[in-house]
């Protein structure tokens, strides 16, 4: 095998989930929509069910029917996008509980599948899915007279503690759940940082069991190695890579790696992206291309075999912050071409 | 199905190989690294072959062992990252041909694979892949001796027609490659359109395949469709999406769309993307979420079941574009959780 192989650490996705379960006194799920954020749904849950996870979210009814076959019967599987049109027969099948986010949605469930388990999805102010306070209003006593299983919202803001959106949205969940003989969920990794008012009956976690911000105390989680393909000389004054937009200034050793924005390295991350080779930091010269990277290990004292591009010298968060985007993208952006190991005890 | 559709048009595929294929008097061959960028490397490769493409390359001795499977005997695959170490049963039983980069290489080859084919890939500049002038000049002779099937180079401003890099990489290519009586091959798509100088014994177009520039004649490939999940009309002053990022001035219908950057739509295109409902052009607001967009409707005159982010209105480069990077990535960040179809005659 000579591509970049990306190694999972299944046993440190669990020991996250039971640190955020353990900062809560409610259940925890786990959100695993997006093939568990770039890292493989299938074995992720199978490893948080055996952990205790009893409930999994996930985005699209597609993903929920796959995540069923590794499951097995017995897990909760809900889905954000609710009951779109073209679900019926998935969330049948594979019994999957829908988010319900609109009247519409509402609407085609109760007419296909009157008596099968539902959620209700609520907008709290963040405009993206769920049905808005007066939808909810006037659906409510319906909502209720059916299998509801929960009632959940999605915070905006809550990667920023003191944004002030927080508690707008907080009171506004409140508000309209009062008085509610089903499950609240409001939170996700952020949302169970900010603290027990936001807890509610059911936290959903995502980001945080993968290792990435804002959950800090997170155990690392991926980790990628890139094969050398082969190391060169330049002097001052040539160029590495596509455009000459990098020049070496000083005599300085350069080695291309087997990976590139193909396998989600993204191009943006370039100009300020580093590898590490054993105990050295070595920058990433030249435009990324599509399957290499040139690095420079001047510095290194013995030629590396490979580099080490995440893992416990550089989280998702640092090269995302590299790249101007969130760890988020990093992890869902890794692609198909790794050799995948998965650790698990 | 309620994921987003990408459709791929293998025909158009085919039209821009022979159209790229009319443009030389060499042989043309056809790269499908990366999962033929992102679009489906088996289903490519073969249509191409039914086109006449007898020679593709790949990145990796992995992908080239996959696409041997989707090819049958016959046709050449190559491999730019030649002969690392752990490729050699992969080449053996795949019929590879690897792109010796270096003299390390070379005795890899030599000592496990003496009489297996291989190319050479020299670098005239680039510093990435390939052997240096000096290492070259003293393996020629031992390169020769051997079942070597072309010598090729690769270059690094194809792309800017006016670049003095690319007279001086052919300056240099032609001179290490003097007198060899085997097939020598220097452009991908941007150097085949530089003119019949760059053309040498072969061509291997990439990006000009799948519609993307530099080849602005290049048929439409790729088609997304993303269904919308559901619609809510805001009022101003009301936000949409994470961190609060846009906020609504006027009155206005959002659309939640079902796809985000977990399918490979880069959260940096955000600010500045914009989809199509039938005619009406619509606008992304707020932040691009890993499974869902925010989409300004307003402007529509009936309500749309889905939108159109890439297709005939708006290209791969369009939409690199609006992200600061370039159509390649767009296309090899597509991700596994489209709904995928091929057309094909």
Redesign the interface.
């Known amino acids: 095998?000579?591509?970049a192989t990306l190694t999972i650490d299944l046993d440190a996705i669990a020991a996250n989930w039971q640190a955020l379960d353990a900062q809560t006194s409610c259940e925890t799920a786990a959100v695993v929509?997006?093939?568990a954020?770039?890292l493989g749904a299938d074995r992720v849950a199978q490893r948080l069910a055996r952990a205790g996870a009893r409930r999994f979210f996930v985005?699209?009814?597609?993903?929920g029917l796959s995540l069923r076959k590794a499951l097995g019967e017995g897990p909760e599987i809900c889905v954000?996008?609710?009951h779109?049109?073209?679900?019926t027969d998935m969330i049948r099948q594979a019994q999957l509980v829908p988010m319900l986010?609109?009247v519409?949605?509402m609407q085609r469930h109760q007419a296909s599948l009157r008596t099968h388990p539902y959620g209700i999805q609520l907008?709290s102010?963040?405009?993206?899915?769920g049905m808005?306070p007066a939808e909810w209003a006037g659906l409510r006593e319906a909502a209720m007279a059916g299998p509801l299983r929960m009632v959940m919202s999605h915070l905006?803001?809550a990667?920023?503690p003191d944004?002030a959106?927080n508690p707008h949205q907080l009171r506004m969940f409140d508000q309209m759940t009062q008085g509610l003989s089903v499950p609240r969920s409001l939170s996700a990794t952020g949302g169970i940082l900010l603290g027990a008012d936001y807890h509610f009956d059911l936290t959903r976690p995502g980001i945080g069991l993968y290792g990435g911000q804002p959950f800090a105390a997170a155990r690392q989680v991926a980790t990628i190695e890139v094969?050398v393909?082969?190391?060169?000389d330049?002097v001052p004054g040539?160029?590495?890579?596509?455009?000459?937009a990098w020049v070496a200034r000083t005599p300085a050793r350069?080695a291309?790696i087997?990976a590139?924005?193909?396998d989600?390295i993204?191009?943006?991350m370039g100009p300020k992206a580093y590898v590490r080779a054993g105990a050295t930091r070595c920058k990433v010269v030249?435009r990324i291309?599509?399957?290499?990277i040139?690095v420079d290990v001047t510095n290194c004292k013995t030629i590396p075999?490979s580099v080490e591009l995440l893992g416990p010298h550089q989280s998702v968060d640092a090269l995302a912050e590299a790249a101007?985007?969130?760890g988020?993208?990093i992890l869902?952006?890794l692609?198909?071409?790794y050799?995948r190991r998965y650790l698990e005890t």
Chains 1, 2 share one sequence.
């Open positions: 095998m000579t591509s929509k997006a093939n954020y770039g985005a699209l009814a597609e993903e954000f996008s609710g779109m049109a073209g679900d986010n609109s519409e949605q907008d102010g963040m405009n993206r899915l808005e905006a803001c990667d920023e944004h959106m094969p393909i082969q190391i060169r330049v040539e160029s590495v890579g596509y455009g000459n350069i291309t087997a590139g924005y193909a989600g993204l191009r943006a030249g291309s599509m399957d290499l040139g075999d101007g985007t969130i988020y993208e869902t952006s692609g198909a071409r050799a």
